[in-house]
């Protein structure tokens, strides 16, 4: 088993470590009391599975087929003049934000960061694409709107007058807790 596995292989690893440890316990009682001591090593084990999954299922992430898969359809859109990736001050969205980026890299697009949201947007929360004019988006930022909502990463188009022409920007803001 690995550490990086599914949440739920690891929660049933958990569970599998608290039988057996009370396996052991039980066992402690008739034979030998050094099995009180591997009872408490499972235990701490299936503590530490148990974290790991939770840590798991709490951070947004992209397995290797949602990786390659994206690569593959980003390929297939036209790239943006210029790619900004921001990241909530957050450790989860900063590693989130990283993931994307590779992938933009992979697919042969422009992207440059990961940088710090300003103060205004470190406490967002989702993906924003922004673009300069919000009136007249470049067509490459509904399309790539449309291909990240394939894959679950539900974007919300903003409006950043700072930017250049053609150009986009990717904020990932913490991750939304509903």
Known sequence: MRW??????????????AVLGAAFVLAAIRDHAGYN?????????????????WELSTH????ATQHAQLVLR?????????????????GEAVTFARQLREVFLEAGWPARGVYRA????????GLFLAVQDGEDPPGE???????????????????KRSLPDRALELLVGRRPTA
């Open 4 to 17: 990086d596995e599914s949440p739920r292989l690891l929660m049933i690893a958990s569970v599998a470590s």
């Open 37 to 53: 001591v591997g009872a408490a090593l499972l235990a701490l084990l299936g503590a530490l599975f148990a974290y790991r999954a």
């Open 60 to 63: 947004r992430r992209l397995d």
């Open 74 to 90: 980003l390929i297939e859109l036209p790239p943006p003049a210029d790619l900004r990736i921001v990241a909530a001050p957050d």
């Open 118 to 125: 300003a103060d205004g947007n470190a406490g967002s929360t």
């Open 141 to 159: 930022t509904l399309r790539l709107l449309v291909a990240l909502s394939e894959f679950g990463l539900h974007a919300v188009k903003s409006t």
